[in-house]
């Protein structure tokens, strides 16, 4: 099997009601591809089935042998009672090194942090700690689900741009759920737009042509689309083509 | 010549055992907001006190019985999405209202109803202590076992799958040591206080903890002290025992509130 995951005819229910029907998918080694679709659409279902949490009704999943998921949840909550640092949280469930949980902030961007509490992180320094935890594994596949939810605008370009960065610089592949369609899209190899099954799939251009994502998301869309495209190709916020260096500010700056 | 003759010694190791198992344990509680939980599974243990003594088992073995049905029960309930307060709220009451008319229904058995309620540690006798002793270890050998997933259960289910822990296990290993705990900490406490033992400690133990394994040892610590300052205060002011231990507790709770509300106050630098 090439494919990372292959997933055939698979149906998952929750909560009594069927979330997803006959849905086939894949992604390769190296590849970004988005999931985007209404709330309820079965985005996050899709997600929880891939890492385990949901059990399928019908259908297979198969993974690659040895596969190595990274995974950042939707949202997380830590209860205030509950006393946490940064490093502690990176090495749950398994003790990892110093060097390893410095070597995992720095490629999420972060650098001296190990020692704070996680309630005292900003939003968009908690979401680089959750990609930090996920990238302790190596992973060959980094799977997202709406993890830029409470951020600002510039916090979650930001935040995509890391993601960007480190799939160059690991060459994983990425799999994430958005709400944020112009920034996603400009930014993925394949889009997937679900509705409780597949409506469409593609490249970014293809999909927010075709149809059946027009009958769910407007043409408004399209135009933004475009119009991020077009920014795309200029320097953002006063860093060019250069990422690698200055990146690691962002966090702060989106804290703000 | 043995230190065990003394029963006041007896009394302190008793305390102490609870004390440390009641840490760890009232740890997740605290974190996974199950107080109301420890509550339940402990009022229900009553009415496992009565059936025990009804058919003439070891109280320690009925309480525990029935601690893990309850336990269970409300775990298992509460993953289908019941209204859990309200659930919890019955299951509770109805099971201590149960077992008290059933302890009423026992003749012939002259029962201190009180030395359960409230406990009785000054009776603990060599049996007791092993048992407790012997329930202690097992807790914290099976918390400290599955420590790092339960932690991880405990901050997001999903991440849990994602490394591979299945957080209904662990859920389900906090309710054993759960149901463990209280039926030893009856005899120390009583099933009206147990709550109070996991939590307490726990709570006051949170503003000097970084780190979850700080806060289960500082919590220890806070849960021993609490422990010899009940027995020192209920022999000074002859005052039952178990609910003196939970004052010290409480007491030690608010000076470590005020004294950290004080300190924001003033600091207002320092990172919480």
């Given at each position: 099997m090439t494919h990372l995951i292959e997933i055939t005819g698979l149906s998952v229910r929750q909560g009594g009601v069927l979330a997803l029907s006959d849905v086939d998918f894949h992604i390769d080694r190296g590849e970004i591809v988005t999931v985007v679709g209404p709330n309820g659409s079965g985005k996050s279902t899709l997600m929880k089935t891939i890492i385990g949490a949901l059990k399928p009704v019908a259908g297979r999943i198969e993974r690659a042998k040895g596969l190595r998921v990274g995974y950042v949840p939707q949202q997380l909550h830590i209860d205030p009672t509950l006393p946490m640092t940064v490093a502690r949280f990176l090495g749950l469930p398994?003790?990892?090194?110093?060097?390893?949980?410095?070597?995992?902030?720095?490629?999420?961007?972060?650098?001296?942090?190990?020692?704070?509490q996680m309630a005292g992180l900003s939003g968009g320094q908690f979401q680089r700690v959750l990609l930090a935890r996920a990238l302790l594994d190596d992973p060959d596949l980094l799977i997202l689900d709406e993890a830029t939810q409470g951020l600002d605008q510039p916090g979650s370009a930001a935040f995509y741009r890391q993601i960007e960065e480190v799939r160059s610089e690991l060459g994983c592949a990425v799999l994430m759920v958005s709400h944020e369609l112009h920034v996603v899209m400009a930014a993925s190899d394949r889009v997937i737009c679900l509705n409780g099954h597949v409506c469409c799939h593609g490249t970014p251009e293809i999909v927010a042509s075709a149809p059946e994502y027009r009958a769910l998301f407007g043409t408004g869309t399209g135009g933004a689309l475009a119009l991020y495209r077009h920014d795309h190709d200029h320097s953002h916020e006063g860093c060019d083509h250069d990422h690698a260096h200055d990146h690691h500010d962002h966090p702060n700056e989106a804290a703000e | 010549m043995n230190i065990l003759d003394n029963f006041m010694t007896r009394a302190a190791l008793a305390g102490l055992g609870v004390a440390l198992a009641a840490a760890p344990l009232g740890c997740f509680v605290v974190w996974r907001r199950m107080a109301y939980f420890g509550d339940a599974t402990a009022h229900a243990s009553i009415l496992g006190v009565a059936l025990a003594l009804s058919f003439n088992m070891s109280v320690f073995a009925g309480a525990l019985a029935v601690a893990l049905v309850m336990a269970t029960t409300v775990s298992v309930l509460s993953g289908?999405?019941?209204?859990?307060?309200?659930?919890?709220?019955?299951?509770?009451?109805?099971?201590?209202?149960?077992?008290?008319?059933?302890?009423?229904?026992?003749?012939?058995?002259?029962?201190?109803?009180?030395?359960?309620?409230f406990g009785d540690i000054l009776a603990v006798g060599r049996v007791d202590l092993a048992v407790i002793w012997g329930g202690a270890v097992l807790v914290v050998a099976l918390v400290s076992w599955r420590w790092s997933a339960l932690l991880t259960a405990t901050l997001n289910p999903d991440l849990a799958h994602a490394s591979g822990i299945d957080p209904r296990r662990e859920q389900l290993v906090l309710t054993l040591a759960l149901a463990v705990v209280v039926a030893v900490a009856i005899k120390v406490v009583g099933v009206l206080l147990i709550a109070a033992m996991l939590i307490v400690p726990p709570a006051a133990a949170r503003p000097f903890a970084r780190t979850p394994e700080a806060m289960a040892a500082i919590s220890a610590l806070i849960g021993a002290i609490s422990v010899l300052g009940g027995l020192q205060g209920a022999l000074m002011f002859d005052t039952p025992t178990g609910p003196t231990i939970v004052c010290v507790a409480a007491i030690l709770f608010l000076a470590v509130s005020v004294g950290s509300g004080l300190r924001n106050m003033a600091g207002q630098g320092g990172e919480k």
């Open positions: 398994k003790r990892v090194s110093r060097g390893a949980i410095e070597a995992a902030l720095h490629k999420a961007g972060l650098h001296g942090l190990a020692a704070r | 289908r999405g019941f209204a859990m307060d309200t659930l919890l709220g019955v299951m509770a009451h109805s099971a201590l209202a149960f077992g008290l008319v059933a302890v009423s229904f026992l003749k012939g058995v002259r029962i201190d109803l009180m030395a359960y309620l």
